[in-house]
């Protein structure tokens, strides 16, 4: 990557709508109690509590793994994941600059959790299943003091490791059939372990709070009970709820001030339960696991995240969820942004199409069809209507307002839609399905009539652009060939054929070329006259280019694709003028407003990331 990026400017991120779920107490509080922290792909992000500002640090080449932050509140700590055989790099933030304060590296694959000392001296580390050591590293020095196996031979993976409140030589780690208080020794620079106690009680931990006396430690597990052990002595003193175990086991907990825990468990269970005997106190039920809970200051309000990709606000009072943070939580399929506006877009994804507000990326509508995947979509000019193609071969419109079904076409395709465009009058559409067609249909007052069926493709449609008089449509096709169609005679005109699987095309405004990208890596440009090629581009050194589009006066396009780089392109020099890092998964779709102000990309992840386009339009 840093090969792509070397003498490139960074393009500028406004805004970021995601939060990874599945990152365990991924969702922080800081101390000074203004800022949410928590990952999106290899960005970590710094929301405002009070305005929903954001504030990105940028830094890690994958995505983050885990997230700390030190008592006093002057760091931040992040780890991520590397591919197989790579060290997995950890980066101490300076929470007042927002700039790298150490980047440590010794973990191969992955960092699994982090934790600080309660002075801020030191920072342990533990890393991932290929690696299955514990770090001990000096944040004054940025040098690592020691280290050792996590866990014994015949123990399993170490999952979680946690610092004491009082003392910065004392910390815990639990895991598959381990839970060990660890010393360390300074002038020896040796971490020694001591297994706990745990009887018969054969349990994988799965998280651990330690009670700010640091005379217990709570475990959750994956069974569903909390293990309550003496620290000084090592020995279960405790273990419970017997009768209502957490179904999917407990993923996090933390302590309240009272003493009492707060409990999230992987079936959605959220509760506060008592310190002395585990009776539920408070209840409540949430749509998907609950993997993350921050509290903020005295603990009169807490945050909690779920593997549905959203954030939940409660006050302890009234124990009421409220939702305050929304986001795709499975691949982001493609976006669309009206034409002539740049105030709204929407995006779709398996299950559901939403829309957004741009400014605030709040989440307006949600069009949610069960089990099924929205594949494409495309927004009416008239914006009276969100026309979108479905997995299940049929053929949506809803009302972009109320998310009303206003019509449905079925059978439009035998396989699967795979990509929808709508004509500038409002009054045809031109489908792609995942057996080749291309289908032309007339909207009328009271339903719709099929107009043809073009059959020259031999594989999936993948992407369909309109001409502006609505006479002629360029498709891609991943059987390596894009097609011109009169779709007035309903006859093609033009065919160009590559070596790839075809993801994407576009239309220069003028309309007397085209541009195509796939899996080849290679952005090519063809003459619509007689199908020739003039123009071929390295797009990406890894990776296919999966989305593409071009500003309104032709200066500029942009890709993304499997390396989740943003780029901006010149389209007369070829070169790449900026790059986006920030994606943690692979890009799936990219487009610019109309105005070319901004440019809105998703990803496989389910983030959608906003960034400011760099060039002024002249058109």
């Known amino acids: 990557m840093a ?42 992000i710094l929301k405002s509590i009070k305005d929903g ?27 991520q994941v590397n591919f197989m055989g ?8 300076d929470y007042v600059r927002r700039t790298i304060y150490a980047q440590l590296l010794l973990h191969k694959a992955k960092v699994e959790a982090l ?9 342990v580390s533990l890393g991932g299943l290929d690696d299955g050591s514990i770090v001990v590293w000096n944040i004054e020095t940025k ?10 031979h015949s123990a399993g993976h170490c999952l979680t490791v946690q610092y004491s409140n009082t003392n910065d030589n004392i910390f815990v780690s639990a895991g598959s059939g381990t839970l060990r208080v660890w010393e360390l020794d300074l002038p020896n620079r040796k971490i020694r372990p001591t297994e706990c106690q745990t009887g018969k ?10 009670s700010e006396d640091d005379q217990f430690i709570f475990c959750g597990t994956t069974s569903g009970d909390i293990m309550k052990i003496n620290l000084r002595m090592g020995l279960l003193s405790d273990c419970g709820p017997v009768k209502s175990k957490y179904s999917l086991g407990v993923n996090v907990l933390r302590i309240l001030s009272s003493g009492d825990l707060l409990v999230g468990s992987g079936s959605g269970t959220f509760t506060v339960c008592s310190k002395t005997n585990f009776k539920t106190l408070k209840e409540v039920q949430l749509e998907k696991g609950v993997t993350s809970i921050a509290i903020r200051g005295d603990g009169q309000q807490f945050f909690v995240g779920t593997e549905a990709a959203q954030i939940y606000s409660f006050k302890y009072e009234d124990f009421k969820a409220e939702l305050i943070c929304t986001s795709h939580n499975s691949a982001v399929k493609d976006v669309a942004i009206p034409f002539g506006t740049s105030e709204l877009f929407a995006t779709c994804s398996e299950e559901d199409i939403r829309l957004w507000h741009i400014d605030k990326p709040k989440e307006l509508l949600r069009i949610t069809v069960p089990n099924m995947t929205c594949n494409s979509m495309d927004l009416m000019i008239d914006g009276h209507s969100i026309i979108s193609a479905w997995n299940d071969g049929k053929i949506r419109v809803f009302a972009p307002e109320s998310g009303r079904l206003m019509l449905i076409i079925h059978n439009a395709h035998k396989m699967g839609v795979t990509a929808i465009a709508g004509t500038r009058d409002c009054k045809r559409i031109v489908s792609g399905g995942e057996e080749g067609q291309v289908r032309v249909w007339e909207l009328q007052p009271r339903g719709h009539r099929l107009l043809e069926t073009m059959k020259e493709h031999k594989a999936t449609v993948t992407c369909i652009k ?3 008089d609505d006479k002629e449509c360029v498709t891609a096709s991943s059987d390596g060939a894009c097609i011109i169609w009169d779709i007035v005679r309903f006859v093609s005109l033009q065919m160009v054929i590559a070596n790839t699987l075809f993801r994407t095309v576009c239309y220069h405004p003028e309309e007397y070329q085209i541009i195509t990208s796939g899996t080849d890596r290679k952005v090519t440009y063809w003459e619509v006259y007689d199908g020739s090629a003039i123009r071929e581009l390295e797009g990406s050194q890894s990776g296919a280019i999966n989305g593409m589009d071009i500003s309104q ?7 993304g694709g499997d390396d989740k780089l943003v780029k901006v392109w010149d389209y007369m020099e070829g070169a790449v003028t900026h790059i986006g890092i920030a994606h943690g998964g692979n890009i799936t779709s990219i487009k610019l407003c109309s105005n070319s102000s901004t440019l809105v990309s998703t990803s496989a992840d389910g983030a959608i990331l906003r960034w400011k386009f760099p060039h002024t339009s002249t058109s």
């Open 86 to 93: 790579f060290k997995a790099m950890i980066i101490v933030w």
């Open 143 to 152: 040098q690592a003091i020691c280290g050792s196996p996590a866990s014994a």
């Open 53 to 79: 500002k954001q504030e990105f640090l940028h830094g890690h080449t994958n995505n983050v793994s885990c997230v700390a932050v030190s008592k006093s509140g002057s760091y931040i700590a992040s780890g």
């Open 201 to 210: 009680l054969k349990r994988i931990g799965k998280c651990i709070e330690i």
């Open 115 to 123: 934790a600080f000392s309660p002075s801020d001296k030191y920072l």
């Open 553 to 559: 006066d032709g200066k500029y396009f942009v890709t």
């Open 3 to 44: 090969l792509e990026t070397q003498g490139v400017l960074q393009l500028e991120l406004e805004a970021a709508i995601g939060f990874n779920g599945h990152v365990f107490s991924g969702l922080r509080v800081h101390p000074d109690g203004e800022h949410l922290i928590y990952p999106l792909g290899c960005t970590v």
């Open 466 to 468: 309109i001409k502006r």
